[in-house]
């Protein structure tokens, strides 16, 4: 069972709606790729189970799989966000850090592919969780609030594979220009060991 599955059925808080108003708060106010009104915002909050997570604790991992998991809004404290290398013993690096409002694992509730990185609490956090389960019953209660949700993800996951693709195109392009002068180097370093001469 993941750890995510795991806080699903712990670490709940009290479900009294005291976090429905932030919940609604913190989605009205998400960037513009989530154009939520308010009473579809209200829908998507009614869904949503508050979670605590203590500091320190990874509660999403890189290639775990996100099969009934679900997308989380972080509502209290901080989450850093984690990138592990192709290696078995690569350590994960930090690639960014995440805020309240910032939404969390939204791949997940679309497909069950593998967790693409790790969330680690950096601090005590809170979390409102969507479940994939929840979502359904969202289809069905608010088709409009579930369909503007659906279509936000996936404008926000195009926004980020675009950035991603000018990232690597930038990339490409400085090891273009950098590739007349590495050959220079491994040249003139072959050169100087066949010599007998100082290496570099």
Do not use: Y
Request: one cysteine or more; a positive charge; hydrophobic letters at 45%.
């Amino acid at each position: 069972m993941s750890l995510l599955s795991r806080l699903r059925t712990r670490n709940t808080v009290s479900a009294d709606s005291a976090w429905t108003p932030r919940i609604v708060d913190a989605l009205l106010h998400t960037p513009g790729w989530l154009a939520l009104a308010p009473a579809e915002a209200l829908a998507v909050a009614q869904q949503m189970q508050v979670r605590r997570v203590s500091a320190g604790t990874a509660f999403i991992r890189q290639g775990d799989s996100a099969m009934g998991g679900g997308m989380m809004l972080l509502l209290d404290g901080d989450v850093a966000i984690e990138k592990k290398g192709a290696g078995p013993q690569d350590d994960g690096l930090v690639v960014s850090l995440a805020h309240p409002g910032a939404l969390l694992g939204e791949m997940g509730i679309l497909n069950d592919a593998p967790r693409s990185a790790t969330c680690v609490a950096s601090t005590d956090v809170v979390l409102a969780l969507l479940s994939s389960e929840a979502l359904r019953e969202l289809v069905d209660r608010s088709p409009r609030a579930a369909a503007k949700l659906a279509l936000g993800i996936a404008s926000r996951l195009a926004e980020q594979l675009r950035s991603t693709s000018n990232k690597l195109s930038t990339l490409s392009q400085v090891t273009a220009a950098m590739h007349p002068t590495l050959d220079a180097a491994s040249l003139t370093g072959a050169a100087r060991r066949q010599r007998g001469g100082p290496r570099d």
